[in-house]
């Protein structure tokens, strides 16, 4: 085999390890019954016909907080739009600390307590906080971001998403 074509082979399979790596398929839409620090109860897969942002976030978390205000901006900007919001809670968190900051902040969207882990494995084990996925009015998983999204790249999406 000639030099040339072994270093081709080699690069090729480079970026495919590269690829499985980094870039894992997105997980579907899991159908989990989530109930809310409100006591709501309700089905992902209620959402149908509706964009969705499902977002891990921890009280002690500097970037939670700081997505925070943007995830407002989202809410009053495209909820009248069918746009919902939902803020899944790390199992670590302490429930106090989540209802302090619901009040504190006047968070409108739900905010769920995710104490056995059920939710975050349902979206493939998320790790870091913040992690966002963006589901599709279809009910299909467009976009995830691990850390803190920008409002502008979000818009976007949701745009896009809208037709």
């Known amino acids: 085999m000639k030099k040339k074509t072994k270093v081709f082979l080699i690069l090729l399979a480079f970026a495919i390890f590269i690829g499985m790596v980094f870039f894992k398929p997105l997980p579907p839409t899991p159908d989990v019954v989530i ?9 992902l897969r209620d959402f149908h016909g509706q964009s969705v942002i499902v977002t891990f976030w921890a ?3 500097p970037p939670c907080l700081k997505e925070i205000p943007d995830l407002l901006q989202l809410y009053r900007e495209y909820h009248q739009q069918g746009l919902e919001i939902i803020a ?7 429930p106090s600390h989540v209802v302090a900051l619901k009040q504190q902040m006047a968070i409108p969207y ?3 307590l995710d104490l056995h882990g059920k ?4 979206f493939g084990g998320v790790a870091f ?31 896009e ?3």
């Open 35 to 43: 109930q809310t620090i409100d006591n709501q109860r309700f089905n």
């Open 59 to 61: 009280t002690n978390c």
């Open 88 to 94: 899944v809670n790390m199992p670590y968190d302490i």
């Open 110 to 112: 739900p905010l769920v």
């Open 119 to 122: 939710i975050n494995k349902g």
């Open 129 to 159: 906080t913040p992690t966002s996925f963006l589901i599709a009015p279809n009910g299909t998983i467009v976009w995830q971001k691990t850390g803190r999204f920008d409002v502008n790249v979000m818009r976007k999406k949701i745009a």
């Open 161 to 163: 998403l809208s037709g």
